[in-house]
């Protein structure tokens, strides 16, 4: 029988690391539903999943891992020897995150535009830089966003964004496919969103998750409105890793996003997160699914086909989760949303900078370059007078069962990602109008 002492032997072996009983352990699992259930409902952290070896991970300590072998579950041990350690110094603090998007401003100021969402619990600035030919104009264009760190071990995260800022600024003028993007799109990269977090993830607990209020600590990324403690998708204990905070929006961290989603409109977002290699699309809490026809899914399918990265959504993936960013994008602005979930069990939160940091990057841009692929696909877009329409609902073609409903943008404009298809749309307000349009591709439509 594996009682913890010997597996934590069998990992001072494996590691070289120097440890005690009380350390935690990473404990891997045979990947079943009654495991995923277990683990969620006893608050476990879980840390990941393995969907090519049917694996699931947690964070234990000794008494919780007791708990576990009372379940007679398969237990395959693993414990990598960065779970001991603070992932290495390349990667990025909160103050390297500000250096880096003022360095690029400095050498880009054509086409960026740095500005602070918000302050963070402990006072510091949540930095989000814009990339777009006139950076200082608000144009009527579709908005794209991405944000890194929701949770602040996943140290992997702002390299996916810095990559994705430095990638497209070093290659405007010169690659004709970025240049389009930027000219085309208003570009905003959050690169470092739980700044308290990480901070804390690298001066006390190298496996810090939540933000630090009164040091326990908030999950963000379970503190949003929409479903918020709705499904057994977070906790109500403070020491749990997905405790969800007194209410909706509790955190000043949330409720910056929030504004700042609410003000920017955007018609994509990406959230990275680590690890899994999954795409996560809504909704969290089971068994609610995007309505057939919608393009969520689509779109997920294709991120993940992409990437080799599996996708669906959390409760589908992992467990229920409540409270969660994309689930309160899409219910309120219809924005286009999804976690992704780079690297993999064999990785863990704090991989090798030199082995894993270039590899994962460049495989995870064709994630993200997708997004600005599908703005020039089936859609419709145009510009109105918000005074006459307020909304649109989409049904197709002949159907009396709505699909969606889409508010218009408070400027007027409207961005809707389609699945390719015949559509029936009525625009109203204080005026309406229906429209009947086939979609194949990007269609212009005058009211």
């Known amino acids: 029988m594996k009682t913890f002492q010997n597996l934590l032997w069998a990992g001072v072996l494996i590691s070289g690391a120097a440890l005690s009983q009380s350390t935690p352990l990473i404990v891997r699992f045979d990947l079943t539903d009654s495991m995923k259930t277990f683990l969620r409902a006893n608050e476990f952290d879980v840390t990941g999943v393995n969907y090519k070896t ?3 991970e947690a964070l234990l300590t000794e008494e919780e891992f007791a708990r576990i072998t009372a379940q007679k579950a398969n237990i395959k041990f693993s414990f990598p020897q960065n779970l001991a350690m603070a992932p290495d110094e390349e990667y990025k603090n909160p103050q390297e995150i500000e250096d880096f998007i003022r360095e690029i401003h400095a050498k880009y100021p054509d086409i960026t535009e740095v500005k602070s969402i918000g302050k963070s619990l402990e006072g510091r600035d949540i930095w989000a830089i814009k990339i777009s030919d006139n ?9 794209i966003l991405v944000n890194g760190m929701h949770h602040a071990r996943e140290v992997m995260t702002p390299e996916i964004t810095t990559d994705m800022v430095s990638y497209l600024t070093s290659n405007y003028g010169s690659n004709a496919e970025v240049t389009k993007w930027v000219d085309s799109y208003e570009i905003w990269v959050i690169p470092m969103f739980n700044v308290d977090g990480n901070n804390k993830m690298w001066n006390e607990d190298s496996m810090w998750r939540k933000n630090t209020r009164n040091g326990y600590g908030v999950d963000l990324n379970r503190n949003y409105p929409t479903g918020w403690n709705s499904c057994k998708g977070s906790s109500a204990s403070t020491g749990a890793q997905d405790y969800r905070g007194t209410a909706p929006a509790s955190e000043p961290e949330t409720q910056a996003m929030i504004n700042f989603v609410s003000e920017l409109k955007p018609v994509f977002d990406i959230s990275y997160h680590s690890y899994s290699e999954i795409v996560i699309y809504p909704f969290g809490c089971r068994p609610n699914k995007t309505p057939t026809g919608q393009a969520v899914e689509a779109i997920g399918a294709e991120i993940g086909k992409k990437l080799d990265y599996k996708p669906g959504t959390a409760w589908e993936l992992l467990y229920n989760a409540d409270g969660g960013d994309i689930d309160w994008m899409y219910t309120e602005h219809q924005v286009i949303p999804f976690v992704i979930e780079v690297n993999s069990t064999w990785d863990g939160f704090h991989p090798n900078y030199k082995k894993m940091r270039e590899k994962t990057v460049v495989r995870n841009r064709p994630g ?3 997004l600005f692929t599908r703005l020039e696909g089936p859609s419709i877009q145009g510009l109105t007078d918000r005074a006459d329409y307020q909304m649109v609902k989409i049904f197709k073609a002949g159907e009396t ?3 969606q409903t889409y508010k218009i943008n408070p400027d007027g404009s409207f961005y809707i990602i389609l699945i390719p298809g015949k559509y029936d749309l009525s625009f109203e307000g ?7 349009v086939d979609v194949q591709g990007k269609q212009t439509i005058s009211l």
């Open 401 to 403: 069962k709505e699909i």
């Open 54 to 56: 049917m694996e699931i």
């Open 368 to 370: 993200w370059m997708h």
């Open 135 to 143: 950076v200082r104009v608000d144009e009527v264009e579709p908005a």
């Open 430 to 436: 204080a005026r309406s109008k229906r429209v009947s």
